[in-house]
Nanobody, 118 residues
Framework: VQLQASGGGLVQAGGSLRLSCAVS????????MGWYRQAPGKQRELVAD???????NYAEAVKGRFIISGDNVRRTVYLQMNSLKPEDTAVYYC?????????????WGQGTLVTVSS
């Protein structure tokens, strides 16, 4: 199973970036997909997630600025990040919960760096 994340980069404060993450290497469908981030010296934290039914959940710090969306057919999740702040600087990781024969299993992508300059 592979999760390929892309879209990170350097952006000025107030700018926007769009992250995407696609699942490959498995026939199983996704139950839920999400984005986490880890800033230097801090623990990894949930940014937002979305279920296959379309229910979303956001961290308070990004509500009103970030939008998560998903494509169940393509098994891809997107994170539109607007009004970026320097404190959004982190490595962003996607994950996916897959419905496998043995139950639901969680997989992680490799991370993509987002740097917001002031």
């Amino acid at each position: 199973v592979q999760l390929q994340a892309s879209g990170g980069g350097l952006v000025q404060a107030g700018g926007s970036l769009r992250l995407s993450c696609a699942v490959s290497g498995t026939p199983f469908s996704t139950n839920r997909m999400g984005w986490y981030r880890q800033a230097p010296g801090k623990q990894r934290e949930l940014v937002a997630d979305i279920t296959s039914g379309g229910s979303t959940n956001y961290a308070e710090a990004v509500k009103g600025r970030f939008i998560i969306s998903g494509d169940n057919v393509r098994r891809t999740v997107y994170l539109q990040m607007n009004s970026l702040k320097p404190e959004d600087t982190a490595v962003y990781y996607c994950n996916a919960d897959l419905r496998e024969f043995r139950g639901v299993s969680r997989y992680w992508g490799q991370g993509t760096l987002v740097t917001v300059s002031s």
